[in-house]
């Protein structure tokens, strides 16, 4: 089984407000953190109970985490939180990693004044989020992945291809993300704010080749994490 703490495309907080929205958030975090684990039943009632709210807003969630890719139904279970294997795993990083290299290489050659200003705040967020002293370990994760994502949804909205951004939001999985970086040791975080910067450079410089590779390479540095912890798991 896969040991997921993380995800997505942020984890969130909950929001305050009731109804089907506020069941999908807060259930989504837990699983996204890993709160709620791999192959864990979601019990309906007893999610309700813990939310202040009746069955049906939580069914309707559980839905939307269905459509997601986040739970699955099994026969005589219902729904229960998704579980990936090696292979699955390798699967989905070599997806994103071709989609996301090919974002990066048409930024390079599309990007305006504007994208390379937003991917910059990114960048600065991250590196912020690298130097918070003392701050919670899952509050700094969470930080840290929401400022990831807001430099990588820069590049692929910089490259100009609204298809290819219907793609990427299925191809990334926000659990596996935020697990990664939850066992980042500071050497591979530091890592990432590099590579987030040299991405940004050749972007910015309009080398869409070097944009590509880096990229790709990048994202294969999260899948090797990710593999490492399966790896471990499975040996524990």
């Known amino acids: 089984m896969l040991p997921i703490a993380e995800r997505g495309v942020v984890a969130a ?18 699983i996204v953190e890993g709160r709620m684990r791999p192959g864990e039943h979601l019990v309906e009632q007893r999610i309700a ?19 997601e890719g986040l739970v ?20 989905l990083y070599e997806l994103r990693s071709r989609l996301e290299a090919y974002a990066a290489e048409l930024a390079a050659q599309r990007r305006t004044e504007a ?42 909205r910089a490259g100009g291809h609204e298809r290819l951004q219907h793609m ?16 980042f040791d500071e050497a591979q975080l530091r890592r990432s704010h590099q590579f987030h910067t040299m991405i940004r450079n050749a972007i910015a410089a309009g080398e869409a080749s070097r944009a590509a590779g880096l990229m790709r390479e990048h994202i294969l540095q999260g ?8 790896r471990t798991e499975g040996e524990g």
């Open 72 to 91: 699955v139904s099994e026969r005589h279970r219902g729904a229960v939180v998704r579980t990936l294997d090696r292979d699955a795993v390798v699967d």
């Open 49 to 67: 109970e813990q939310l202040g709210l009746s069955r049906t807003p939580v069914r309707e969630a559980v839905r939307m985490l269905a459509a």
């Open 168 to 183: 990427l939001a299925r191809a990334v999985d926000a659990p596996l993300v935020f697990d990664a970086f939850r066992h």
């Open 115 to 156: 994208d390379i200003v937003e991917l910059d705040g990114g960048i600065a967020e991250f590196a912020a989020a690298l130097d918070a002293p003392d701050e919670d370990p899952l509050a700094r994760t969470r930080r840290i992945s929401a400022a990831n994502r807001r430099v990588h949804d820069a590049v692929v």
């Open 13 to 30: 907080e909950p929001s305050p407000e009731g109804g089907p929205a506020h069941a999908y958030a807060t259930v989504r975090a837990w």
């Open 223 to 230: 899948r090797d994490q990710v593999l490492l912890g399966l």
